[in-house]
């Protein structure tokens, strides 16, 4: 009797270990990049570059389609979807820029001041919508569909060079300017950049269901991609 029980109990241990390895499983593949590239998680380095790189798959889905491009609804925001994925391409350049002239003068502004709340948006992974006005040098005007399209390749390029040397980093205390934020290290910008990217498509989401487009368009944007 005894080595029966004692035998119970270790099978309830065993199976409780698998079950609590499942639910793990289950966490971490809803939290990773299989989940859609609005939803932004815990703030990790690697996931944010992972996260990011899933993302790109629905900026360029707006940007090489031009019916997709001028989808509008004003009762949703001011710029149609295919100007909310140019700003994104925008940023992504500007970010791109700044992160390799931070690696390459690694002391530049490393005491800049920013303001405690970026810290809040930064762990929460939200930006709340029609909080700040973008800058005017991070607007899409005066550029056509084809040379926001360009643009985004060459930062996808960059973006794909510094995934290699992320491992810097963290060790580099240069900073550079968000408009609204303050001085930020590159760790930061990654995070904000792929906050900042899950912001805008949420809205480009929103657009598309307000102008009942979602069965034409949005299929990166709406369905977590497949590994």
């Known amino acids: 009797?005894?080595?029966?029980?004692?035998?119970?109990?270790?099978?309830?241990?065993?199976?409780?270990?698998?079950?609590?390895?499942?639910?793990?499983?289950?966490t971490a593949n809803a939290s990773g990049p299989t989940s859609p590239p609005t939803k932004v998680d815990a703030w990790d380095l690697a996931d944010d570059f992972e996260k990011i790189n899933q993302q790109w798959a629905s900026i360029v889905e707006v940007l090489e389609h031009e019916d997709y491009y001028n989808i509008r609804s004003d009762g949703v925001s001011a710029w149609s979807?295919?100007?909310?994925?140019?700003?994104?391409?925008?940023?992504?350049?500007?970010?791109?820029?700044?992160?390799?002239?931070?690696?390459a003068h690694p002391e530049r502004d490393?005491?800049?001041?920013?303001?405690?709340?970026?810290?809040?948006?930064?762990?929460?992974?939200?930006?709340?919508?029609g909080a700040g006005k973008a800058p005017?040098?991070?607007?899409?005007e005066g550029k056509t569909r084809?040379?926001?399209?360009?643009?985004?390749?060459?930062?996808?390029?960059?973006?794909?060079?510094?995934?290699?040397?992320?491992?810097?980093?963290?060790?580099?205390?240069?900073?550079?300017?968000?408009?609204a934020f303050g001085q930020l290290t590159s760790v930061e910008w990654v995070r904000?950049?792929?906050?900042?990217?899950?912001?805008?498509?949420?809205?480009?989401?929103?657009?598309?269901?307000?102008?009942g487009k979602t069965d034409a368009y949005g299929k990166a944007i709406q369905a977590p991609i497949e590994e």
């Open 146 to 179: 084809e040379d926001y399209l360009a643009m985004f390749k060459t930062a996808r390029a960059a973006w794909g060079k510094m995934a290699e040397v992320k491992g810097q980093l963290p060790g580099c205390p240069a900073r550079f300017k968000h408009f």
């Open 81 to 103: 979807c295919g100007e909310q994925a140019a700003h994104l391409a925008i940023v992504n350049t500007f970010i791109a820029e700044n992160i390799e002239q931070n690696l």
């Open 136 to 140: 005017a040098e991070l607007k899409p």
């Open 192 to 211: 904000l950049s792929a906050i900042h990217n899950a912001h805008h498509l949420k809205i480009i989401r929103d657009i598309l269901k307000a102008a």
């Open 1 to 26: 009797m005894k080595a029966r029980i004692r035998m119970r109990d270790v099978i309830g241990t065993i199976v409780a270990g698998v079950l609590i390895m499942m639910e793990q499983n289950a």
């Open 110 to 129: 490393k005491d800049g001041e920013q303001i405690p709340i970026v810290q809040q948006v930064l762990k929460g992974g939200t930006i709340p919508r």
